[in-house]
């Protein structure tokens, strides 16, 4: 079982189905009449991106982009476009889909390459935002959960590209600093 090497969950499945539900909502109402444009980042948003855009009661546009940043544990402080947007994305309302803000350097990166495209506006959603970490102020329109500082995996969040699958956010320091992992 991968669940075997974690601690039990830091958000469960249920709760973090009901916050994506809340998210939608949300995200329905402030862009009624509008067409959004909403650009996920690869890979670890591919399964908020997947449920939240299902939770949109709206017409709109879906598309994924990659930024590298993490190199297993640690922040690199460099942020490359590995996927660039091929869409346009000019004049439109476009929607940044995160999985975790943690310093904010990635997500500080993502924004400048999009608003060169001029959108009319730009909007971050976040599911998780590791407040306490921030090194660069990141507007955030729409956040799931307020985290604390811990190394988190599951629901599209990776440890060295395993967990993703996991359907709930585990915290993952506790696996390490005891050895199952
Ligand atoms: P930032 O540039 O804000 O420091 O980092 C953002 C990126 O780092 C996220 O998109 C994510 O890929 C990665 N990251 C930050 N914190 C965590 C974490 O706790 N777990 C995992 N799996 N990735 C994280």
């Known amino acids: 079982m991968i669940e075997d090497s974690l601690g039990k969950a830091l958000l469960s499945t249920e709760s973090i189905r009901r916050k994506v539900r809340e998210i939608g909502a949300k995200i329905s109402r402030d862009y009624a009449g509008k067409e959004p444009v ?78 060169a495209e001029k959108p009319a506006s730009l909007e971050v959603c976040a599911l998780l935002d590791k407040k306490s970490c921030r090194q660069v102020e990141v507007p955030i329109k729409y956040i799931g959960f307020e985290i604390p500082d811990e190394f988190v995996v599951g629901y599209g969040l990776d440890y060295n590209q395993q967990y993703r699958n996991l359907p709930y956010v585990a915290s993952m320091n506790a696996a390490v600093a005891n050895g199952t992992r």
């Open 38 to 115: 909403l650009v996920g980042v690869l890979n670890g948003a591919l399964v908020f991106m997947a449920d939240l855009m299902r939770e949109i009661d709206l017409p709109l546009e879906a598309y994924m982009m990659a930024a590298s940043s993490y190199d297993g544990y640690e922040s690199t402080g460099t942020v490359d476009i590995v996927k660039p947007l091929n869409a346009s994305i000019t004049a439109r309302d476009v929607i940044l889909v995160e999985d975790i803000v943690d310093t904010g350097i990635t997500l500080a990166c993502l924004l400048e390459s999009l608003q």
